[in-house]
């Protein structure tokens, strides 16, 4: 099985505090997708790379960046966390092909205060 | 626009029955591919189902299958013999050719025993 490791689950920041999250996958796929998880709004796509050093953003990059500098890394950044930026944050990849699944992490709980 | 739509936002059953979750989308590609995916109180996101969209015949997983009308743009889901270990939050997602998934917001479902 496909393994997406994101490196914390549990995390408290204070307001102010640049953030990273970082997410490492074990299958060699080009592509790689950060998802925040809110209640009532569902998944929320905030960037993803389909290729080493390429990126695009997602529906709400504001306040986000991303770097892939290798492939099977792919980090978040939150430059200047704010309280509005404590959630759920997900992290998937998915090689090239149109059935090919998204195959996700197991989240990281953000806190910021 | 691309978009899913659950209209369940909680349902039910009794352990060893049989229940299906709604999921209507809309699309204006030709080609694209859907998929149910499951997310229990760990958190973990994990595919149930997946089917493409120019292939006729519905997609069966075990005790999952799926009801795709593609003129109706329906997608549920039927789980037969509901275990307790089915309790989980649902949901539908589409994804086209531009690399995103677009999601539900999910249906809470809860096996009962």
């Known amino acids: 099985d496909v393994k997406v490791t994101q490196s914390s689950r549990y995390l408290v920041k204070r307001t102010g505090e640049k953030v990273f999250l970082e997410c490492v996958q074990d299958?060699?796929?080009?592509?790689m997708f950060w998802y925040r998880q809110d209640p009532g709004l569902g998944l929320r796509l905030i960037y993803f790379s389909y290729d080493v050093k390429m990126k695009e953003k997602g529906d709400i990059p504001e306040g986000y960046s991303v770097s892939r500098e290798k492939k099977e890394r792919f980090s978040l950044i939150l430059e200047s966390a704010s309280t509005n930026q404590t959630s759920m944050y997900l992290c998937a990849s998915r090689p090239q092909g149109g059935l090919a699944p998204w195959w996700f992490g197991e989240g990281s709980w953000l806190t910021v205060v | 626009a691309q978009t899913v739509t659950q209209s369940q936002p909680e349902m039910s059953v009794q352990e060893a029955e049989t229940v299906t979750l709604s999921c209507t989308y809309d699309?204006?590609?030709?080609?694209?591919?859907l998929f149910w995916y499951k997310q229990p109180p760990s958190r973990q996101m994990i595919l149930v189902i997946r089917q493409e969209a120019y292939k006729q015949q519905n997609a069966t997983e075990n005790r999952f299958s799926v009801n795709f009308q593609k003129a109706a743009k329906s997608f549920s889901l039927k789980i037969s013999d509901s275990q307790l270990g089915d309790t989980a939050m649902y949901f539908c997602a589409l994804a086209g050719n531009n690399r995103k998934l677009i999601w539900g917001l999910g249906t809470s479902l809860a096996v009962n025993p």
């Open positions: 699309t204006s590609e030709n080609n694209y591919y």
């Open positions: 299958m060699d796929h080009e592509n």
